[in-house]
């Protein structure tokens, strides 16, 4: 693989683990919101912060290359992009404040976990050389 390529698959495989935990915690915020009032109000930031990590996770296996760190957003940008026609079909509207926060907010966290991952990866493989 280049340096510049992203691995497709594991950008698909980790976009479509965060649109399921993206559409399992929507589908449960309703219940959360009967019982516990507090965290239904934080429960969709909380679960869109959790399925953005999941497909960033999902996007870099292990022993992912260090360059292949852009996978990650790419796979959190994309899990959202796939649940937002089911957000707009169930809410109507979304504003678009929301969506470019949103999609902000995926680039975050999917950077910060792949270069976290990779990073991980390339020093435990160092390391792991290095006593050998």
């Known amino acids: 693989m280049s340096t510049r390529a992203l691995g497709y698959a594991a950008v698909i ?3 479509f683990r965060g649109f399921g ?3 399992v915690g929507g589908l449960v915020h309703p219940a ?3 019982l516990a009032e507090p965290l ?3 429960w969709l930031l909380l679960v869109a912060l959790v399925a953005f990590g999941a497909a ?3 996007a870099t296996p292990p022993g992912t290359p260090v360059s292949a760190w852009r996978q990650a957003p790419a796979a959190a940008v994309g899990s959202y992009f796939l649940i937002v026609p089911l957000v707009r079909a169930g ?3 979304l504003p678009l404040v929301q969506l470019l ?3 902000v907010t995926a680039v975050l966290v999917g950077v910060a976990v792949g270069l976290a991952r990779t990073s991980f990866e390339a020093s435990r493989a160092s390391s792991a050389s290095a006593a050998a």
């Open 13 to 15: 495989r980790g976009a």
């Open 40 to 42: 239904g109000y934080v």
């Open 32 to 34: 959360v919101m009967q």
């Open 21 to 23: 935990v993206l559409l």
């Open 91 to 93: 809410a109507g509207e």
């Open 56 to 58: 960033a996770v999902a």
């Open 101 to 103: 926060l949103t999609t």
